[in-house]
């Protein structure tokens, strides 16, 4: 797999990160421009392509692999804390990305549901916190986490 914006395996795009890792960049710049800021990635798996075949292992090993990449790439941005959400084989990869770059102890956690992605934001998010939620309409993670760090800490800004 190539480290490119769009990952393809036969033809067929697996995801394209393009938006994923522009928000990252856009997090992270808004968070190293005001230091006493912390970035949070709450990441969940992409929603998955159409044209993608479950049972072709290449393309859905492509389709971690892409996830993969963008745990790396938070790490990269020095993304604060990176939370991957959900069960599934990407996800996995999201947050073996980002621990395999370099990312340790809680920086980079990994929780089965969106409720335990909030319990964490419940617990360690601060005022000045910046908050970047993104992943497939599937899982729902982008409503349920959208509302409640709004809820929970209006002051910290949603990306």
Do not use: K, Y
């Not at 036969?10 to 990160?17: I, N, Q």
């Not at 005022?127 to 497939?136: C, P, T, Y």
């Amino acid at each position: 797999m190539s480290n490119t914006d769009s990952d393809r395996v036969e033809g067929v795009d697996l995801v394209d990160t393009r938006a994923v890792r522009a928000a990252l960049r856009d997090l992270a710049d808004a968070v190293h421009a005001a230091p006493p800021r912390r970035s949070w990635a709450v990441l969940g798996e992409m929603d998955v392509p159409a044209e993608l075949d479950a049972e072709d292992r290449a393309a859905m090993t492509g389709w971690v692999v892409s996830h993969d990449e963008l745990g790396r790439l938070a790490v990269r941005l020095d993304i604060g804390q990176v939370i991957c959400v959900g069960t599934s084989r990407a996800v996995h990869g999201l947050h073996q990305g980002a621990v395999m770059e370099g990312s340790w102890g809680s920086e980079a956690v990994l929780v089965p549901t969106p409720q335990a992605a909030a319990e964490i934001l419940d617990a360690q998010l601060g005022e000045h916190d910046v908050v970047l939620v993104m992943g497939g309409r599937e899982l729902g993670l982008t409503d349920f986490l959208n509302s409640r760090v709004g809820r929970r800490s209006p002051g910290a800004e949603s990306a």
